[in-house]
């Protein structure tokens, strides 16, 4: 029973109260709801205490009908709101559509109007639309440049407005917070506005403020501009402030902070903000401080610095081949090597920075290039051509060569590589600038005449120790000179020892060094210890001509003319290459070539008259005279001369000096072979005469019989054929034809008029006919021309006519030459006559019937 206070209870149970928010939750489950449900019911029938009953499901049904008669009224709601939306819709796209149309045709208006107006400042040419065409083009060309006056009147005024607004704020406070903050802004327009500004201030100090510019160890003078005291203010108050070190101490600060921030964006390779500096410091001083630090503190420099006091490297050996005439080049000094092929590689390197770090790339180029070869590249050169200048001259000079050619071989390989211009080659001003550095550096050694000098002496001193014994062998042999021999060899007397007296004069001299003494001995064959040079024992071997020894000297001289082509200007070549031409005419034409021709005719000329057989050993030097007369006269024609051409004075000077020289060589050879065959002629002369008048008379065949040729012929052929052997050694090719040629004619006439003068009877006809074969045979031996062999074998008619009959003798008669002379292939009349009155039998009635019909 329940309680009397209780509340009132329904007959039925009540299914539970559900409303839309039971089923709209985001949280509603089917399965859970109708669980909730049961579980409801089961829970108020065991409240109630009654017996369990079986489950009743009106009262759920009760209020599922309910909840359906809600969801049916609101799904009505639902259908007319989703209508009416549905409607709203419609109407909106019909709207949307409407609104696209009009734009769409406003934007075609638009576009049409914008090409009329494209076409018409585009067009000014044609009928009247292209007139208004162009009058609009031009005032729309008016307008834009209005505007951009305007624009510029604005900035201007804008600048000219904080400009003065800083320059009161300097001169009243002695402060420049504007500007300050413009600096802490950063960034690159404010840096290039602040360092514009700055300079700005300076110029408004100085018209200003001249106190502050007037100012002279500490003293201030009384200015004024324009009558106006500049120490005075605005308001007639005197300034406490000097604007001047304000706004210097400022522009220090900027460009200390810009320096400072360049370097450190260096070490990080930042090259934009590295541009950056370089620009603002570009507008703010033009650069000329960050150029300074990024080249004088570059690393390569700090590191060559260090090392500029270091010793050139080359060891003893390679100083004695630079020094050494005969051994080749070395090369370039090492430590200058090393630090070229170091330039390389940086130059390469750092233009590629300069390139991305300088708007002003070039000019930085340029400076870095004169920092490198003004100040490494020189002071390393001078030391090593100091140095080199201590070992001898020839030293000197192939350290310089060699330094040069290897300078500019960097010179094209940097030029090649571009720098800046990678991989293009360099521009027009870096070339010239590379070029420029070249040529300062080897200007002091090769300016007007001092390298050609210096080439000249050192060859002069290698020449003359290499002639030196060949010199005193041959100033030895000179007598006291007099007669017609004399004056042609006076002027190679006096070459001959003024360059054995330079030798000598070099020896002693101060300058010497050790290294190129000691060469200079040994190039001469002299020793150290030998105290009086002029008591030196030479052979006669010294005395004669080398065609080692000449090749020794064109080497040399050889060499002297590669330097000069490459250390020389162009301009100057043809007057080096003439000087260089007279030294080779002066020591190995005269000095050494006349001077032993001139010993070998000397000798010649002494044998004319001898009393004995006459030595011709001479001939044989000959040969080497003319040996290098060739060589010098194809190196002078082939390379000196050729050189030259480019000035037709200097060129046409040496030409005529070379054929002089060449022609008095020749000369004085040919003077030796004509003394020679004199000698020759004369002998054959003298040998002749001591033919005894009874040779060709003997008495008995038993004479004949004993002796195949008389002793004369046989010491003559003997004679000729020695000389044969010497002349061979002398001459060859066409000139021994003609030599020999002419030697067997003159030979022929001697044997003509010979067998003239003595007597033959029959057996000695015999005898006449060996000698003549005996002689024919030696000629033979010769190279003769065909018209001097022919005359050659015409002797062999003189011994027939000494043995035939007169039957024969007639015949031959008929063969004779016409008129007087000598024929080339047959007897003349008067030699035949001559042969025939000097037989034993010409007194015959037969053979004076020859003669007789003659």
């Given amino acids: 029973m329940e309680k009397a206070g209780s509340g009132s209870r329904t007959l039925f149970p009540r299914g539970p109260n559900l409303t839309l928010e039971d089923f709209s939750n985001k949280d509603f489950i089917i399965r859970d709801f109708v669980d909730s449900l049961a579980e409801n019911a089961v829970s108020q029938h065991r409240r109630s205490g009654a017996t369990q009953q079986a489950f009743d499901p009106k009262p759920l049904i009760r209020s599922f009908e309910n909840a359906l008669e809600g969801l049916g009224s609101l799904s009505e709601e639902l259908q007319e709101k989703e209508s009416e939306l549905l409607t709203q819709v419609r109407r909106a796209e019909i709207q949307h559509d409407q609104t696209l149309d009009t734009l769409g045709r406003k934007l075609d208006q638009s576009i049409n109007q914008f090409e009329a107006l494209d076409i018409s400042l585009n067009n000014p040419n044609g009928n009247d639309r292209g007139s208004r065409g162009e009058e609009g083009g031009n005032i729309a060309v008016q307008i834009g440049e209005k505007l951009e006056e305007l624009d510029g009147k604005r900035r201007r005024a804008i600048d000219a407005n904080f400009l003065i607004h800083c320059w009161l704020q300097v001169s009243e406070t002695g402060e420049l917070t504007s500007l300050q903050d413009i600096q802490r802004q950063g960034g690159s327009e404010n840096k290039v506005r602040c360092a514009v500004i700055a300079h700005q201030l300076m110029r408004i100090s100085q018209r200003l403020d001249q106190a502050s510019w007037n100012q002279i160890n500490g003293h201030q003078r009384s200015g004024k501009t324009n009558g106006v005291n500049g120490t005075n203010g605005a308001n007639g108050a005197q300034r406490s402030h000097n604007t001047r070190e304000i706004l210097e101490k400022f522009c220090e600060t900027l460009e200390q902070d810009l320096l400072k921030q360049f370097n450190n964006s260096y070490r990080k390779q930042n090259f934009d903000d590295m541009m950056e500096c370089s620009k603002v410091l570009h507008d703010f001083n033009g650069g000329a401080s960050v150029i300074a630090i990024f080249v004088n503190q570059h690393q390569f420099f700090i590191d060559r610095d260090q090392l500029i006091t270091d010793e050139v490297t080359m060891d003893g050996e390679t100083w004695d081949q630079l020094a050494d005439p005969d051994a080749e080049p070395p090369g370039v000094e090492s430590s200058l090597q090393s630090l070229i092929d170091e330039v390389r590689i940086i130059m390469q390197e750092e233009s590629f920075i300069i390139k991305r770090a300088f708007p002003y790339y070039e000019t930085v180029l340029i400076k870095f290039i004169q920092r490198v070869f003004q100040q490494s590249i020189q002071q390393r050169l001078e030391m090593v051509l100091e140095k080199a200048s201590t070992i001898s001259s020839l030293a000197f000079l192939r350290s310089l060569h060699s330094s040069r050619t290897y300078i ?323 001459i060859d090719g066409q000139n021994l034809e003609n030599f020999t040629s002419e030697l067997a004619l003159a030979v022929q006439r001697l044997l003509f008029e010979h067998f003239k003068k003595f007597k033959v009877n029959a057996t000695g006809g015999l005898m006449v006919t060996k000698d003549i074969a005996r002689y024919v045979a030696t000629l033979k031996e010769w190279p003769l021309s065909k018209d001097v062999e022919a005359a050659v074998e015409l002797l062999t008619e003189i011994g027939y006519l000494f043995i035939i009959g007169p039957e024969a003798l007639r015949e031959r008669s008929r063969n004779l030459a016409s008129g007087g002379g000598v024929s080339i292939k047959k007897l003349g009349k008067a030699d035949f006559k001559g042969f025939i009155q000097s037989r034993e039998d010409a007194r015959s009635v037969g053979v004076q019937s020859v003669l007789t019909g003659l």
């Fill in 408 to 730: 500019s071989a960097l010179i094209e390989d940097l030029k090649s590589h571009g720098l800046t211009e990678h991989p293009e080659p360099c521009s027009a001003q870096i070339a010239q600038t590379l070029d420029q550095q070249m040529e300062e550096l080897f200007v002091p050694y090769i300016m007007g005449n001092s390298y050609i000098d210096r080439e000249k002496k050192s060859l002069e001193e290698l020449f003359n120790s290499l002639l030196f014994r060949f010199n005193i062998y041959h100033f030895r042999r000179k007598k006291a000179p007099t007669g017609f021999m004399a004056s042609l060899a006076q002027r190679t007397n006096q070459l001959m020892e003024s360059a054995k007296d330079a030798y000598l004069e070099r020896l002693e001299s101060s300058d010497l060094t050790p290294t190129q003494k000691a060469m200079m001995l040994r190039v001469a064959r002299v020793q150290e210890t030998d105290k009086n040079k002029n008591e030196i024992e030479v052979s006669e071997e010294e005395g004669f001509l080398s065609i080692a020894n000449a090749k020794r000297m064109m080497t040399w001289l050889a060499e002297g003319v590669r330097r000069t082509l490459e250390l020389g200007s162009p301009s100057d070549t043809p007057k080096d290459v003439a000087i260089l031409l007279s030294l080779l005419m002066t020591n190995m034409g005269q000095v050494y070539v006349e001077t032993a021709l001139e010993a070998a005719l000397e000798r010649a000329t002494s044998q004319e008259s001898v009393k004995t057989e006459p030595d011709l050993s001479y001939l044989p030097s000959i040969r080497p005279a003319v040996t290098i007369t060739s060589i010098m006269s194809r190196f002078t024609n082939t390379v000196l001369i050729r050189l030259a051409e480019s000035n037709t004075t200097v060129r046409r000077s040496m030409e005529a000096q070379a054929k002089l020289g060449i022609e008095a060589i020749e000369k004085k050879t040919n003077n030796v072979m004509k003394s020679t065959m004199d000698v020759i002629i004369n002998w054959v002369t003298k040998s002749l005469a001591q033919q005894k008048k009874l040779d060709f008379l003997p008495k008995d065949e038993l004479d004949l019989v004993e002796s195949l040729q008389t002793p004369t012929c046989t010491s003559i052929c003997l004679f000729l054929s020695r000389c044969t052997n010497l002349i061979v050694q002398t």
